[in-house]
């Protein structure tokens, strides 16, 4: 699958359609069409749209930071306090992680169409 218009994405109000877009460019829109789609919920739609590329830009540096945690500190994380990921005392870093990093490489999947 070819890959997508670079960001950044931003969105314009034209009341009650909102656009997304890229350097000029319209990527689309979102409009109210239905009685159950508010204007505000279009809105929200935009810009949960026009966040994307950075989203998974962000979501893909979360996923080799965390692959490097695990390929450094092996499954051990040694937290002497609330563990930052689990809130467990102790855990085992491989088991509060590997299924967030299977849900992530999912959703970085699904965005590159593989």
Known sequence: MGEHTKGPWETYDLDPTVIINSEGSSLGD???????????????????????????????????????????????????????LCGAKSCELSGCIVDKLSRARAAIAKARGQ
Do not use: K
């Not at 109210?32 to 966040?51: K, S």
């Not at 989203?55 to 092996?74: F, M, R, S």
């Open 30 to 84: 979102m409009t109210p069409g239905d009685p159950f789609i508010t204007g505000v919920e279009a809105f929200a739609n935009a810009r949960l749209a026009a966040a994307a590329p950075d989203l998974l830009e962000a979501l893909e540096e979360a996923v080799w930071t965390y692959e490097g945690i695990l390929d450094d500190e092996g499954d051990e994380c040694g937290a002497d306090e609330d563990h930052p």
